[in-house]
């Protein structure tokens, strides 16, 4: 499981001792945890910063919840969201998920229960998104885009995208230009023999995320920088 810093939720919840108690919890349970208390802030947030999961309350003052995720989804904000709420009818919660939701936890709700959820929904996430962490923030494979705290998002070429993935997948494994250039570009073999591609490729990285994403290994070869 891809675990390069702690991962970051967004706890949307109106009730300020919920909020406590659950910032505490999450906290404990090593997540970074940022509380909007009303549906405006937590659109705001969402929008301006990256989070791994949200956890969203339905009566909410501003925007109410299933109204939220719905404007996070037309927006093409894709974290998964766990719908927290006291309205747990099977009506509810079909109303919940067809706005977008990926679960559903009625309150009360068991705490454990609640930890375990989370960490699925990530886990999916990352593994439908095809997350890697490189130096400072991650790669997402899919959408070819480098995503680091505070920063736009850095898009990527399919060359570049195919080469950091490589890198990513074994953060600790030495390429040499020959097992670059055969894992990376491999697609008719029409850059057999030139090793120099991978030197263009790695400044190319370079130039676009900062020189340590990339590290080289003097006289053998690159591998995945380290922070
Ligand atoms: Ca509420």
Redesign the pocket.
């Known amino acids: 499981m891809v675990e390069s810093s702690r991962a970051r939720v967004l706890l949307v ?3 300020g001792e919920l909020v406590e108690m659950l910032s505490t919890l999450l906290d404990e349970e090593g997540y970074e945890v940022d509380a909007a208390r009303d549906g405006q802030r937590a659109l705001h947030l969402a929008l301006t910063r990256r989070y791994d999961v949200l956890v969203v ?4 003052p501003a925007i109410e ?1 299933l109204d939220l995720v719905e404007r996070l989804r037309s927006r093409a904000v894709t974290t998964p969201v766990l719908v927290l ?2 309205l747990a009818k099977p009506a509810d919660r079909v109303a919940g998920l067809d706005a977008g939701a990926e679960d559903y936890l009625g309150k009360p709700f068991d705490v454990d229960e609640l930890l375990a959820r989370l960490r699925a929904l990530r886990r999916r996430h990352l593994e439908a998104a095809d997350v890697l962490p490189v130096n400072g923030g991650q790669l997402e494979v899919l959408t070819r885009q480098v995503l680091r705290e505070g920063e736009a998002p850095v898009r990527l070429s399919e060359r570049e995208c195919a080469m950091l993935t490589v890198l990513a997948r074994n953060p600790k494994r030495m390429f040499s230009r020959r097992d670059l250039l055969a894992l990376a570009f491999t697609e008719d073999g029409s850059e057999a023999g030139s090793e120099a591609v991978v030197d263009t490729y790695v400044h190319y990285l370079r130039r676009k995320l900062g020189r340590r994403i990339v590290a080289t290994v003097h006289g053998r070869g690159y591998q995945l920088g380290r922070p």
Do not use: I, K, T, V
């Open positions: 919840e109106d009730d309350d339905r009566g909410l919840g709420s006291a």
